[in-house]
Every structure is written in C-alpha cells, then in structure tokens.
C-alpha cells in the first residue's frame, strides 16, 4: 500500500498538507527558502542574529579550536551527568553574573530551555492553571505550555489591558513574554507586565534571546536595563543571536536550578552541550561584557538603516531595533519583495505563516555591527523598488531605545 494511502484507500492528512504546502511554494514561482542565490562576495547578509558580529572573532574561534584540541568533542552522555568541575558550571556562573541573577542553567537550545522549563514548572499545577502567551511570543513558550493541563489564554500583542482582563477573568497564573520580539523587533512592555504580574499573583517567563547582547548597559538584557531583573522569576534566551553560539539558557533562583535539570525532560533526555559549545560562549560572554564599540556601532548602523528605509517609503514600524521588519502582507508579496532584494545582493529573510499571522508575513532585515554606511546606502536604494510592496501596520507603541 503507497505511504500516502491510509486502510480506506483515501489520502493521509499528512499528505495533504505535503500537497497544500506544495501548492503554496508554486504561487511563489520561487523556493523562498531554497531557490536563492549563493551568497558571493559583496552581498549584504541580513538574515543572521548575530548582531554583534562575533561569529568569526579571533577570541571566539579560537577558545573553539583550543577546547577541540583538548577534548576532542567531549563527553557523549546527557546533561545529568555534567560534574561541578566541568567548564560549564564555570560558564553558568559567569552569566549568572552577567544577568544580576542568583543562578543560570544551561541548556541545549534555546528551544529545550523554553520547553523544558515550562513543562517541569506547569506539570504540577492543578488542571486548569492559567497561562497568559503574547501572541507574538515565540513558539516554543506556547509548545512548553501545551500538554501540561494549563488553559492558554493568548493575549493582544503587547496589550496589557487585554492581559489584565483575562487575569482578573481567570485568576493568578503564568505569564509567557518575549522581550524583544522577533519578526516585529519592538519590546515588551516590560514595566507594565511586571507590575501586572506582582498585582495578580502571576509568574513572569521573559524570553530574552534577542535582548541579550543588544539592550542592557553590558549587553545583559531588557531586564536589567530596566532594573526589573528581581521582579521576573525566569528569564530565558537561545545564544544562538549576539552569543554567536549554539545553546539555551534559564536565569533562576538557585534552589530551581539546583532542581530544574533532574526534571526537565528535555536536559535529561538530550545530550550536553559539548566543549566547543560551552568554550565559544565564555568567550563570547567576555567579549560582550569587555566591547562596548560593537554594541554602540551596532545601534549607529541600526539608526541610520531605519531612517534610509524611511526616505524611500519602507515603514519598519513598531521597531525601533536592529530587527527591521519589511512588512509585506500576503505571501505573493513576500515572494516578490524577496527576490527583488535577492537579485540586486541583499540578502534577509522571510517569515510567513504559521510564523507570522496569515497574510502578515514578513521580509526581516537584521542589522549588524560591522554594517557599512556603504552598505546600508545599498539596501535602501534596493528597498526603494519595492517599497510599494510594504503593508505597514497601524502602531500605538513606541519602542525605546537602550541605556
């Protein structure tokens, strides 16, 4: 029997959805994710997070190399069995520091630290315990909250009088946040949520992947920047954007972290994380906390591609952020405005549902450090072919800037 056929000879749902997404990158004319041109030498590259350039500085590479060197690939073996002598711990420390916290777990990906912090910490909640996810809110806080009993409760998009209607409809619970967002690159509203959830007894997960690195006085987040760090129970974030790396992280109370990597399933069942991984972050930590000229050069370039994109007509609202969003609507223009960009060496990203809302996707520029002025004269006069492209969204909120 074909795999595609179930016992009744019909199709299998599985395949229908193979068909429907087949059918939809036809209406694109071209892969959005495939069919693109190999970078060459001179392209813009704007779809990477690694906002401060790190990716390839000498300190990074080469505390990589040398803990290859040492240890080859390191120890097969799950998270559990990581010993207090190990780097790691040494590592889990440093940024314990770095974000003026009490403890922090390392984790496999920032997707194992979301998810696997919220099922250990719903799982014992009574049935029925509310959580309240942004809609905008990476999908891994809504992956961790599904399965563990909870009710979801979405609220608007950074609206806090949505969300303080549904606590006072459904009580105290827990509260799921990014505080830099993605694919719109605005914040949360950090003050008001937190005050928010001291006032109806709710715990606060504030994802900061994109925070890290770029917002903060060192580069240690939306949180500590605006002095809320005492006030939020958990902070996650991926290193994979300003840390240039490859893993997830839980800032805590250090009874929870002495607790959290026994019982959460992704840290149990999933292999360490592995000596060049660890020794690429510490020193990417030391180069975020010691380099103020890139984090500095990063928000000059960020200014000024926001305000070129402006006088050609793109609007990159509610950003304000090394995330430019190009909004683009329905996928026909994503297509378009994509490989427009892609022809003339400008290189971002898309995103489309179920990423992003149906018909709101959006063609994401990402600035970096090491942009030149050069550069960005470039990716303005490219966007200004398809400015008419852009479907800019009615914005109540202004983003600020860091300290």
């Not at 563990?148 to 303080?164: I, R």
């Not at 984090?295 to 926001?306: A, E, F, G, S």
């Amino acid at each position: 029997m074909p795999s595609s056929c179930n016992a009744g000879g019909g199709e299998l749902p599985l395949m229908s959805s193979v068909t429907a997404w087949e059918d939809r990158v036809r209406h694109w004319g071209r892969h959005l994710f495939r069919d693109r041109p190999t970078p060459r030498p001179g392209d813009v590259i704007l779809f990477s997070n690694d906002y401060l350039a790190l990716s390839r500085h000498p300190r990074v590479v080469g505390a990589q190399q040398q803990a290859l060197a040492e240890h080859g690939t390191g120890m097969m073996m799950s998270g559990v069995f990581v010993l207090d002598s190990d780097p790691q711990r040494r590592f889990e420390e440093d940024m314990a520091d770095f974000l003026q916290g009490p403890a922090v777990v390392a984790c496999q990906s920032g997707w194992d630290a979301n998810v696997g912090l919220l099922q250990a910490l719903l799982g014992p909640q009574p049935e029925g315990h509310p959580v309240y996810v942004d809609l905008l809110a990476h999908a891994s806080l809504w992956a961790g909250s599904n399965g563990t009993g909870c009710a979801l409760h979405p609220f608007v998009h950074n609206d806090t009088g949505h969300l303080e209607r549904l606590m006072a409809q459904h009580g105290p619970g827990t509260v799921c946040i990014d505080t830099l967002y993605s694919t719109t690159g605005d914040v949360a509203p950090l003050t008001e949520i937190v005050a928010l959830c001291r006032r109806h007894g709710c715990a606060l997960v504030a994802d900061e992947s994109h925070a890290l690195g770029v917002h903060g006085p060192l580069g240690n987040g939306l949180a500590v920047e605006l002095g809320l760090h005492e006030h939020i129970p958990f902070r996650t974030a991926s290193l994979a954007k300003a840390f240039a790396g490859r893993a997830g992280i839980i800032a805590c109370d250090q009874r929870v972290a002495d607790w959290l990597p026994f019982h959460s399933l992704n840290a149990i069942y999933s292999s360490t994380l592995l000596p060049q991984d660890i020794a690429g972050l510490h020193a990417a930590l030391h180069v975020i906390r010691t380099d103020d000229v890139r984090r500095k050069r990063l928000w000059t370039v960020t200014d000024r591609l926001h305000a070129a994109l402006r006088e050609v007509g793109c609007d990159t609202r509610p950003s304000a952020g090394p995330i430019l969003p190009l909004h683009a609507g329905p996928d026909a223009n994503l297509a378009e405005i994509q490989h427009h960009l892609d022809e003339r060496g400008i290189l971002g990203a898309a995103f489309l549902p179920p990423t992003t809302p149906r018909n709101r996707a959006i063609h994401r520029l990402t600035a970096h450090s090491e942009l030149t002025d050069e550069q960005i004269n470039r990716v303005a006069e490219a966007c200004a072919g398809i400015a008419h492209l852009i479907r800019p969204r009615p914005q109540t909120r202004r983003t600020p800037k860091p300290t």
